[in-house]
T-cell receptor
Framework: NAGVTQTPKFQVLKTGQSMTLQCAQDMNHNSMYWYRQDPGMGLRLIYYSASEGTTDKGEVPNGYNVSRLNKREFSLRLESAAPSQTSVYFC?????????????FGPGTRLTVT | KNQVEQSPQSLIILEGKNCTLQCNYTVSPFSNLRWYKQDTGRGPVSLTIMTFSENTKSNGRYTATLDADTKQSSLHITASQLSDSASYICVVSPGLTGGGNKLTFGTGTQLKVEL
């Protein structure tokens, strides 16, 4: 099992460009999450999907959109990238949304917006 | 506001030595506390998970302790190895009805193990 995979690993965008970060999990998990990690700060939740067909905002959703394509895949889209979105993005999944279920993280996407 | 504070921010130790990392939290009500290890350029990987009723939990050379009364946890690493060099992140979950969307992450302790 590959666990949680993310593409691309690295990306450089110019301000105003758009892109989609892809995430897939092969653990048959119901819930999926997108986080960003910035220096000196803990991981912050951008969006999450409790189950296939549902998505909800997290702590820092502005400037992002998500799609839960199917049970396996959860994508994050930046419509008009800004330098403030320079960050490392992590996708995670868990069997269920309850906090007692462990979250498994992907390897991350390092995004730079110039 | 729920907060998780970790100390020290960074730590350098010699291979073979022990070390202890600290985590203080204000999350209430409290469900469980996790310690994650994050290698450079990788995603976090879970080391231990403790519920509010557990005082200690081990995973090989890693031992986590929890004092729910004082809202403090520690991660003790025994006989450190070069491969222990990583960031260690404390994560606290809200009460039993809380979701995985409510986790509070600490900023991590950056550990470097040297020869």
């Amino acid at each position: 099992n590959a666990g949680v995979t993310q593409t691309p690993k690295f990306q450089v965008l110019k301000t105003g460009q758009s892109m989609t970060l892809q995430c897939a999990q092969d653990m048959n998990h119901n819930s999926m999450y997108w986080y960003r990690q910035d220096p000196g700060m803990g991981l912050r939740l951008i969006y999450y999907s409790a189950s296939e067909g549902t998505t909800d905002k997290g702590e820092v959703p502005n400037g992002y959109n998500v799609s839960r394509l199917n049970k396996r895949e959860f994508s994050l889209r930046l419509e008009s990238a800004a330098p403030s979105q320079t960050s490392v993005y992590f996708c995670a999944s868990s069997e269920k949304l309850l906090a007692t279920y462990e979250q498994y993280f992907g390897p991350g996407t390092r995004l730079t917006v110039t | 506001k729920n907060q998780v504070e970790q100390s020290p921010q960074s730590l350098i130790i010699l291979e073979g030595k022990n070390c202890t990392l600290q985590c203080n939290y204000t999350v209430s009500p409290f469900s469980n506390l996790r310690w994650y290890k994050q290698d450079t350029g990788r995603g976090p990987v879970s080391l231990t998970i403790m519920t509010f009723s557990e005082n200690t939990k081990s995973n090989g050379r890693y031992t986590a302790t929890l004092d729910a009364d004082t809202k403090q946890s520690s991660l003790h690493i025994t006989a450190s190895q070069l491969s222990d060099s990583a960031s260690y992140i404390c994560v606290v979950s809200p009460g039993l009805t809380g979701g995985g969307n409510k986790l509070t992450f600490g900023t991590g302790t950056q550990l470097k193990v040297e020869l």
